[in-house]
């Protein structure tokens, strides 16, 4: 009965390989979103996505790239991976642009 | 550009000692503060709702508080398993997803 679920848990990677994290709700929000938590623990937006508009957080390098194949799932993509790019990555869902999130319990990626 | 700060950064107390979280914020047009709790390898774990001055909601021995400038997160009579990070975010006038603070650490010692 898992609300938001985010697959891997743990990435470790080299750098510039590219990877993707998948994410998937079950709650049947239309807004989807991706947050970075950097080793000081502050959560940053990267991108929120519905059906109709993605926003994208202007600081977030285009290696990011977020991919929805429908309306439950919001996938990361990362090209060429970089040392500051390690961080845990969450996902997280809403009715609406201004209601509550709910979030997954989070990606932990390490680049070597 | 939406700003949180919340105070302090860290908090010990023993248990049963009540005590108030700080968010201050400035926001163009409030359309939503928020209050999480995280625990050490999980997500946030969605709290409160807070839209309007003078708004109050309670759950269990949480209080949250609105103003025009701050909320408050109130604490009453806390026992270890509240032990956590305090977030509080807010929703602004674009759709670009939640601002937040760095958060309360609260450690609550038996």
């Known amino acids: 009965d898992t609300a938001v679920s985010q697959t891997p848990k743990y990435l470790v990677t080299q750098m510039g390989n590219d990877k993707s994290i998948k994410c998937e709700q079950n709650l049947g929000h239309d807004t989807m979103y991706w947050y970075k938590q950097d080793s000081k623990k502050f959560l940053k937006i990267m991108f929120s996505?519905?059906?109709?508009?993605?926003?994208i957080n202007e600081t977030v390098p285009n290696r990011f790239s977020p991919k929805s194949p429908d309306k439950a799932h919001l996938n990361l993509h990362i090209n060429s991976l970089e040392l500051g790019d390690s961080a845990v990555y969450f996902c997280a869902s809403s009715y609406q642009a201004y209601n509550e999130q709910f979030f997954g319990p989070g990606t932990r990626l390490t680049v070597l | 550009e939406d700003q949180v700060t919340q105070s302090p950064e860290a908090l010990r107390l023993q248990e049963g000692e009540s005590s108030s979280l700080n968010c201050s914020y400035t926001v163009s047009g409030l359309r939503g503060l928020f209050w999480y709790r995280q625990d050490p390898g999980k997500g946030p774990e969605f709290l409160f709702t807070?839209?309007?001055a003078g708004e109050e909601k309670e759950k269990e021995r949480l209080k949250a508080t609105l103003t025009k400038k701050e909320s408050f997160l109130h604490i009453t009579a806390p026992k270890p398993e509240d032990s956590a990070t305090y977030l509080c975010?807010?929703?602004?006038?674009?759709?670009?997803?939640?601002?937040f603070g760095k958060g309360t650490h609260l450690i609550i010692q038996p």
């Open positions: 975010a807010v929703a602004g006038g674009g759709a670009d997803g939640l601002t």
């Open positions: 807070l839209y309007s």
């Open positions: 996505y519905n059906n109709k508009e993605l926003i």
